[in-house]
């Protein structure tokens, strides 16, 4: 059974940083497309960023481009996400995903929640002003 499990979330003021990780139970997160999603109430899901299988891409949303970084450990089969002069917009629930299938990249899917088949419960990031 697989268990995807974030961690990292919490209280921040703005232009503040914090590191969320991802780590996951009956699955090698170095074969997977792995994904950060986000939601805030009363909103969509969004695509925050990805990182193929083969670490050789990554994809950011335009609102987090240069503030966050997407990163893998194979060794600790753990996922990251740098988040740096964070902003009140960004609070919201981050999710951690992992894509259907294994060794598969589409840069079109970064973004598209129902291309991940693996979510973890989620982590809350809330940045005060």
């Known amino acids: 059974q697989v268990q995807v499990v974030e961690s990292g979330?919490?209280?921040?003021?703005?232009?503040?940083?914090?590191?969320l990780s991802c780590t996951a139970s009956g699955l090698t997160l170095g074969d997977y497309t792995m994904g950060w999603f986000r939601q805030a109430p009363?909103?969509?899901?969004?695509?925050?960023?990805?990182?193929?299988?083969?670490?050789?891409?990554?994809d950011y949303a335009d609102s987090v481009k240069g503030r966050f970084t997407i990163s893998r450990d194979r060794a600790?089969?753990?996922?990251?996400?740098?988040m740096d002069s964070l902003k009140p917009e960004d609070t919201a629930m981050y999710y951690?995903?992992?894509?259907?299938?294994?060794?598969?990249?589409?840069s079109n899917n970064c973004a598209k929640a129902t291309s991940f088949g693996y979510?973890?419960?989620?982590?809350q990031v809330t940045v005060s002003s």
């Open 96 to 106: 951690c995903a992992a894509e259907g299938d294994p060794k598969y990249y589409n």
């Open 9 to 19: 979330g919490g209280l921040v003021q703005a232009g503040g940083s914090l590191r």
């Open 42 to 58: 009363g909103k969509e899901r969004e695509g925050v960023s990805c990182i193929s299988w083969s670490d050789r891409a990554t």
């Open 76 to 82: 600790k089969n753990m996922l990251y996400l740098q």
């Open 119 to 123: 979510w973890g419960q989620g982590t």
